[in-house]
Nanobody
């Protein structure tokens, strides 16, 4: 059973930093690209960042480029999202995602990030 569990969200002031984690189980983590998305109420889910299976290549939404860094630890089956220089518009529920061809797309429950003074 594929499981994705996000953690690390919270309330932070503008300009601050947070590090999100997504711990996984139930699949061969080191074989798959991992992604982070975010969603605010009433809006569609927005792509944030992705990282390939070996961590050799990553991709970012323009809105977070230069501020967010995605990384992974294949020994710990965990993907991370380091978020720096946070802005109020970064406020959202952040979720990790994996697409496994045999079983489909899997999501975690999400973690709330609130950027406010």
């Amino acid at each position: 059973q594929v499981q994705l569990v996000e953690s690390g969200g919270g309330l932070v002031q503008p300009g601050g930093s947070l590090r999100l984690s997504c711990s996984t189980s139930g699949f061969t983590f080191r074989s798959y690209t991992m992604r982070w998305y975010r969603q605010t109420p009433g809006a569609e889910r927005e792509f944030v960042a992705s990282i390939t299976s070996t961590g050799g290549w990553s991709n970012y939404a323009d809105s977070v480029k230069g501020r967010f860094t995605i990384s992974r630890d294949n020994a710990k089956n965990t993907v991370y999202l380091q978020m720096n220089s946070l802005k109020p518009e970064d406020t959202a529920v952040y979720s990790c995602n994996v697409l496994i061809p045999v079983s489909g797309t899997h999501w975690g429950q999400g973690t709330q990030v609130t950027v406010s003074s």
